[in-house]
């Protein structure tokens, strides 16, 4: 069995990532082997072409290894890994902990966030001692595969972590906030729901293909004395923009205490 990737876990993210790779031809499925104790989830990745195995113990030697469990369980799975590059997903898990637990390792510590599952996420990456060009490379195109990718050094990814990991967070509350505005204004839950939905889809397709910055196109919708005027100037009287800083910050500080 010739295999260049073992995965250990098999969630929704490791789904993602491995469709993902399957399709933009980064990886074949013939060359990736899987360790998930959830019989569906094998089944998942048998229809795709990789070999399943219910434990990591049970796994091929392999050039690689996808990480992608909780990080509460990384003591009993890192006895069980053999690979020569690490690629881990794991929150809060830093590289070298990695390093201290699988010996000769070279790992690769990525942060994708949930949009992944559907080919628009958002990940960042951080490359510990000895990685190759080859390793870093593929890890780019396993992510590019799913959205983008982003080098980082280690010491931003808890800031990574606020801003696209939570991120889509943020974003739903702002959905769920104007939804609910809008059927105070008079409009069925249904109608508001389906006009907050395309607005956000189309502000974002607008925001990545238009050559304005955020605040550029903010003062394209607003007009002078306008209704978008009267709407941000309640937002700033309420201090929304100042409270989404804060909240980036408070989540950095979050991941920084639990990583410690």
Do not use: W
């Amino acid at each position: 069995m010739n295999i260049t990737m073992a995965v250990i876990g098999g969630g929704n993210m490791a789904k993602a990532i491995i469709s993902g790779a399957i399709k933009d031809g980064v990886l074949d499925g013939s060359a990736i082997a899987v360790a998930e104790p959830d019989a569906s989830n094998r089944d998942f990745f048998a229809q795709l072409g990789c070999a399943v195995f219910a434990s990591a113990s049970d796994l091929p030697s392999s050039e690689y290894v996808l990480l992608a469990v909780k990080p509460q369980i990384f003591d009993v799975v890192s006895e069980q890994l053999r690979g020569n590059v690490v690629y881990s997903i794991m929150a809060g898990v830093t590289i070298k902990t990695i390093e201290g637990a699988v010996e000769h390792a070279r790992v690769v510590r990525i942060m994708p966030n949930l949009p992944c599952s559907i080919g628009y996420g958002a990940a960042g990456i951080a490359l510990g001692n000895g990685v190759s060009v080859e390793d870093a490379t593929l890890a780019r195109k396993l992510f590019s595969a799913i959205g983008i990718a982003v080098d980082i050094e280690e010491s931003l990814m808890d800031a990574v972590t606020a801003v696209s990991g939570s991120g889509p967070a943020y974003l739903f509350m702002l959905a769920e906030a104007m939804i609910e505005g809008g059927v105070d204004a008079g409009l069925t839950r249904e109608v508001a729901t389906s006009l907050v939905q395309q607005t956000m889809l189309g502000a974002s397709a607008l925001l990545d293909r238009d050559v304005r910055s955020a605040g550029e196109l903010r003062e394209a919708v607003t007009s002078k004395g306008g209704t978008t005027a009267a709407a941000l100037e309640c937002m700033n009287t309420n201090g929304v923009p100042k409270a989404i800083r804060d909240a980036v910050i408070a989540a950095r500080d979050r991941g920084l205490e639990l990583g410690s």
